[in-house]
């Protein structure tokens, strides 16, 4: 083969692989901004906001069987979101785990619904244990869906992420393969056109030894 030949293959392929991962990227970057923009238009609908600063300065620990809006343990993760409204993956996650979800654990003395519902069940109808322990059900199945729903938008948004990263990784190696493209062109321009591809060295041994 001609060193000709296989410098306009190799240029060729490296070529048409530049443009499959400039495509590639271009997708990538288009599936985050597309992901951004959903989630964060359907969080803005939700109206939710964080706590203030002042808020979260007067936080305190629950009394026995009492109920605090927040506690200590909450303000190291809300502390960075204060006073803001939700508008992004990574707020629904903090607020799902690190507010809802420790109201949820106090709400139902860390059972979930459907044990809690399941004591419910047991009581008996229209007395006041089943009435109290109905209201705390409800409670409980409304701030567990509301948090499900918060952690499937952290969940969409992540793979936003995850495609961002993929598209730099994309165009990054684009840019790598048109180097060596360019570089693939310059041999080839400059090698003559009667120039074999060189022989093995094993077959030039064979050769000098007559063989």
Not at 113 to 136: C, I, N
Not at 147 to 166: D, N, P, T
């Amino acid at each position: 083969m001609r060193r000709r030949t296989f410098d306009m293959l190799a240029t060729a392929g490296g070529a048409m692989l530049t443009i499959v991962l400039i495509v590639a990227g271009s997708l990538g970057l288009w599936a985050t901004s597309w992901t951004n923009t959903n989630v964060h238009n359907q969080l803005a609908e939700q109206k939710i906001q964080f706590p203030t600063l002042t808020e979260l300065a007067a936080a305190k620990n629950p009394p026995p069987g009492g109920f605090s809006e927040i506690t200590p343990a909450m303000v190291p993760y809300l502390k960075p979101y204060a006073g803001q409204w939700m508008t992004t993956g990574a707020q629904a996650e903090v607020y799902a785990d690190h507010f809802l979800g420790i109201h949820l654990q106090e709400i139902g003395g860390g059972l979930a619904y459907s044990q809690l519902s399941a004591k419910a069940m047991a009581l008996p109808k229209g007395s006041a244990a089943y009435t109290a322990a109905e209201s705390t059900v409800q409670t409980v199945f409304q701030g567990t869906t509301l948090r499900g729903l918060l952690l499937e938008a952290y969940g969409f948004w992540k793979f936003g992420q995850i495609a961002l990263v993929g598209a730099i990784v994309c165009f990054v190696l684009a840019g790598i393969m048109l180097i060596l493209t360019l570089v693939g062109v310059w041999h080839f321009s400059r090698t003559p056109k009667e120039v074999e591809f060189p022989k093995s060295l094993h077959h030039e041994e064979k050769v000098s030894a007559g063989v």
